[in-house]
């Protein structure tokens, strides 16, 4: 769909799930993970030719598909070894390489569209999901969130901020809400741009690092919000159904 | 002399007077008796109670005769009332005979015999499936955690024996979460489950290679309220029969 919502268009018709759609930089394709022959599959879709294209199918769990800045590689989470992992693959679906070695789930990789040489991502080495970033090779291992329940992290065009969604005062009992918050990665200095307000998750930055979209369950459904990088202006979307996991063009 | 002709006029009236006496008389005698009735016509009646039985059972023949000297029931002498159980092997029509000096006559019964039910089919035997329904538990799992806890231990062990004891079972393992985490966590998270538990009944000695895991993380739940109760029912190692 466009930026305020207008033109949505049904890309997969698999009758089954399909999730995590990620376009291409040169926005040519749509990367998703989809239920295909019994195993979650990363799938393409090529808007050029509107139907899917053949990627590799890999055993176990094949998530979370990210665009690296330049369109040549794809980060994404696999089991395939039984455990989830951070896994990256040329885009062409060749030259597979694991890059994390934890137990406990590896998820929802983002490069730093910047300097397309480091990684975001989610894991449950420690228990609760936490954000951290590493070297696309897989080294230097950096922790940013210190506690509660941390996912879906989006990496500003700017190459200078972590957008993700924050369950901080998560303690014993249910968890509380779910929050937008944005990082400083030089200074893991954080800013909290949605306040209680129902589940927030999946934010996604337009290219200008001005705007950020999200999903969020505030009216009682989960539908597509945006608003300003400093939280303000937060405007709706989507209306009809359940809407879930945008994300914003490179262009 | 004469005292004799007195006496035989005496006598000659006397005759004449028993004469004139018996003419009279002979004009009232009333009419002679009718002829006695002829003897009453028997009657019979026999009824058979059930008069459908199932072959090896039995009903009561009973019968009532009146006005017979002589009854029979299918040739055989009985008396003028009287039952009788009887347990034919097919269908039979006894006839009841009762003979007087009134006649004869005569009643039937019809006692229908169907064939003995088939025996009930065996109970279909249980499926592989079935039995992989009943026997096979899911695994409950705290929040967030995919280690296998200790009060899910013996649900494994007594999974494991099944599926050891039924080798040709190939089955799913489905990793489930509850609502709580997100998407795609919860999917990563929901594989690690799937994969706690085929681990755990690996290492209790079921093959590998019949297990499949998938997970759906919070996609598919089994309980859709927002509580502890319908959280934790979400939060499994769910078996399917198949792969």
Known sequence: ?251 | MKHRAIQWSIIILALAGIMVLGACKKKVTPPPPPPPPPPAAPTASLTANPSTIQQGQSTTLTWETQNATDVTLDGNKVDANGSQTVSPTDSTTYHLVAKGAGGSQESTARVTVTPPPPPPPPAPSPTDMDLFNTNVKDIFFDYDSYDIKPDQQSVIQGDAAFLKQHPNITFTIEGHCDERGSTEYNLALGDNRANAVKNALVQAGVDASRIKTISYGKEKPFCTESNESCWQQNRRGHFVYGK
Do not use: C
Request: proline letters at 6%; hydrophobic letters at 30%.
């Open chain 1, 1 to 251: 769909m466009d930026y305020d919502g207008a033109n949505q268009r049904q890309l997969t018709h698999k009758g089954s799930i399909s999730l995590s759609p990620r376009i291409s930089p040169d926005g040519s394709r749509v990367a998703f993970s989809g239920i295909s022959g019994g195993n979650w599959e990363i799938e393409m879709y090529s808007l050029d030719l509107n139907r899917t294209v053949s990627f590799p199918r890999y055993s176990g769990t094949n998530l979370s598909p990210a665009w690296s800045a330049d369109g040549t590689r794809i980060a994404f989470s696999s089991s395939r070894t039984g455990d989830p992992e951070i896994y990256i693959v040329d885009a062409d679906g060749r030259n597979i390489r694991r890059i994390t070695e934890a137990k406990g789930p590896d998820v929802s990789p983002t490069w730093n569209p910047k300097t397309n040489a480091q990684i975001a991502w989610v894991s449950g080495r420690t228990g609760l999901p936490q954000i951290y970033t590493m070297e696309s090779d897989g080294t230097n291992v950096q922790r940013m969130t210190d506690q509660g329940y941390a996912v879906s992290p989006s990496w500003a065009p700017n190459g200078q901020f972590l957008a993700f969604a924050w369950i901080r005062r998560y303690g014993p009992g249910a968890p509380g809400a779910r929050d937008i918050y944005v990082m400083d990665i030089t200074t893991k200095q954080f800013v909290q741009l949605t306040h209680d307000v129902g589940r927030n998750d999946f934010p996604s930055w337009s290219p200008d690092s001005r705007h950020i979209v999200f999903q969020s369950d505030r009216t009682g459904t989960e539908q597509i919000w945006t608003m300003l990088a400093d939280g303000t202006n937060q405007k709706q979307l989507t209306t009809s159904g359940k809407n879930s996991q945008p994300n914003w063009s490179f262009k």
